[in-house]
């Protein structure tokens, strides 16, 4: 089976792009279409911050071609705890808020995490369980997954990739 690559950028809506990669005049609430017009997919990084309503997602859909895809950025509250898998509730209240509206026009969740002593592969483990959607796994530090939790979430089949933030110091891990 093979899978196309999509090339995008996280987010849409920077006022320094303006008159610079959006055209002079465009006005804001035609960037997403604008911008969809040129890559093949965008990350919705307000999530991390933030719930959307249905009608947001639709609009979001609507506004792109077909073949285009959304990654989403997962809530914070999901990841950012001492504890990953006491999420349940942050889990439920992020997948329930119209993401699916996007149709086949959603693509992978990135799951930011960051750095806690407390999560460890059990904790990760707890963490995957909760999630009914393929997703992507993305961390700014490296460290935070170690190589025993990379291949411990592979062999779980809950991640169909792992995205570690692109630094000087990336190294790519072996599969286990």
């Known amino acids: 089976m093979t899978h196309p690559i999509h090339v995008g950028i996280g987010g849409w809506t920077f006022e320094p792009w303006r008159g610079v990669f959006y055209p002079e005049g465009l006005v804001q609430k035609r960037e997403l279409e604008y911008a969809a017009s040129k890559l093949t997919s965008i990350e919705i990084n307000g999530t991390y911050y933030s719930t959307f309503k249905s009608d947001s997602w639709k609009k979001w859909r609507d506004e792109t071609p077909d073949g285009f895809v959304f990654s989403v950025k997962a809530s914070r509250y999901c990841t950012n705890r001492k504890v990953l898998s006491e999420g349940a509730d942050s889990f439920d209240k992020f997948l329930s808020q119209g993401l699916t ?55 779980w089949r809950r991640c169909s990739e792992l995205h570690l933030g692109l630094q000087p110091s990336f190294r790519p891990m072996a599969d286990g």
Do not use: C, M
Request: proline share 4%; no cysteine.
């Open 101 to 155: 509206e996007l149709g086949d026009k959603l693509g992978p969740i990135n799951w930011q995490f960051i750095h806690s002593p407390a999560n460890d592969n059990t904790d990760y483990r707890a963490f995957s369980e909760h999630l009914a959607l393929v997703h992507s796994a993305r961390t700014e530090r490296e460290r935070v997954l170690s190589e025993s939790v990379i291949r411990a979430v592979r062999r």
